[in-house]
């Protein structure tokens, strides 16, 4: 093996130009991977990341009320009818402690809270503006949907008739920290409450329509005394929120659904990019492995003589078989170490000079140990790989003719 090395290397010493030149092209099609795959990668998760900041990951719902028939077909007889699906308003679930112990006992969930929700008026002055009355414990609805960190002003501390509101709702009221606004519901006159907190979600609607307040002052307000609307679940593994859903569904009999399902778009969206990546990457390793295995091709013409001579003396088709699979290699590792360096300038000087009003990167790239370490091994590879069928080649050269012809 030593030999084989030894020779790979000195062949590629004594064609430096030629050797130079393919590195740099497979150092251009590795930085073309990183800087892609860096790009989309950073943008998926981004993207992700602003839609389950605004959202659980598993909702737990009431059951769903389904329409029966008044009558039941007899044997043999047939009967033309219409079923009609009832109104879902106005669920809540009446033993959610016994559901959400049985949440909380799953290895796959990491928080969990429950809530009572419904729509809301809060009226100031003149004002009037439709809202959406959320209660539930501060601290266990900041761990399944971060509100602290989007605070603009005061605390997300709620207790009696404190509340949070959202950033336009409270533009729109004319209210800040301290201030009083009414709120009421269709079941209740309401009462007044204090402005702990102003909150920004990054969404137009939540800003506008989104009252944070106790759970117990969510109850009473609308009419659901002792009773939860939904259960808020953040799970350990985003992907496997699907999984988790049905399993929830399974144990506690209610209707869940995953942010996968309510997100079924950007799913589809990211999907499109993960296909697209995967085809530029492709075709990339392609180009990579086509130049590798031409420089071969060529370098077992130029070295026929050489090959020759080794194989008269001795050598076994074994090494010389290694010595152009080594030379792959090497080619494919040096332009992947090239490479990396190159995209990860790339990625820098992108996020230097793309950036937005606030200075931050325009750009969120994803750029990973993991991702240098893939397009190491994946580049090395397909040098390996390309180096296959010249290596056979050099291989299977007669002595004597490859020295006569040389």
Do not use: C
Not at 296 to 325: P, W
Not at 364 to 384: D, R, Y
């Amino acid at each position: 093996m030593k030999l084989a090395w030894f020779l790979a290397l000195r062949f590629m010493w004594d064609q430096r130009l030629q050797s130079l030149l393919i590195v740099s092209g497979v150092g251009i099609g590795v930085a073309v991977m990183v800087f892609i795959t860096a790009l989309i990668t950073g943008l998926q998760t981004s993207l992700i990341d602003r839609t389950l900041g605004t959202q659980p990951h598993v909702i737990v719902s009431p059951l769903e009320r389904e329409g029966r028939p008044l009558r039941e077909a007899a044997d043999g007889q047939l009967l033309l009818r219409h079923v009609e699906r009832p109104m879902q308003q106005d669920r809540a679930i009446d033993e959610w402690q016994k559901a959400e112990r049985v949440i909380q006992m799953l290895p796959e969930v990491e928080a969990s809270v429950p809530l009572s929700t419904g729509p809301g008026t809060a009226l100031r002055g003149n004002t009037e503006q439709g809202v959406l009355i959320i209660g539930a414990d501060s601290s266990r609805f900041d761990a399944v949907i971060p509100i602290r960190k989007n605070l603009k002003a005061g605390r997300y501390e709620v207790s009696g008739s404190d509340v949070v509101l959202g950033v336009e709702l409270a533009k729109n009221l004319g209210v800040g920290i301290g201030d009083r606004v009414r709120f009421r519901t269709a079941s209740s006159e309401g009462q007044v409450y204090s402005i702990r907190g102003i909150v920004d979600m990054g969404g137009r609607e939540m800003n506008r329509t989104w009252v944070l307040m106790s759970f117990r002052a969510a109850q009473t307000l609308t009419n659901q005394p002792g009773r939860a609307s939904a259960i808020y679940v953040r799970v350990k593994d985003i992907y496997g929120a699907d999984a988790t859903a049905r399993t929830i569904a399974g144990l506690t009999g209610l209707t869940t659904r995953s942010w996968i399902e309510n997100n079924t778009q950007l799913m589809t969206a990211l999907s499109s990019q993960s296909a697209s990546t995967t085809m530029i990457r492709f075709f990339v390793l392609v180009s990579v492995a086509i130049g590798i295995a031409s420089v071969l091709v060529v370098s077992v013409i130029q070295r026929s003589k050489e090959v020759g001579i080794l194989r008269a003396m001795g050598a076994a088709r074994g090494i010389v078989l290694r010595v152009f699979l080594v030379q792959g290699g090497v080619i494919g590792a040096a332009g992947s170490l090239v490479g990396s360096v190159l995209g990860f300038g790339l990625t820098q000087a992108f996020g230097a000079l793309v950036t937005n009003p606030d200075g931050s990167a325009f750009f969120p790239f994803a750029v990973t140990p993991q991702l240098f370490a893939l397009a190491f091994v994946v580049s090395t590879a397909a040098g390996v790989v390309a180096g296959v069928v010249p290596a056979r080649r050099a291989a299977a050269l007669d002595p004597a003719e490859a020295i006569r012809n040389g």
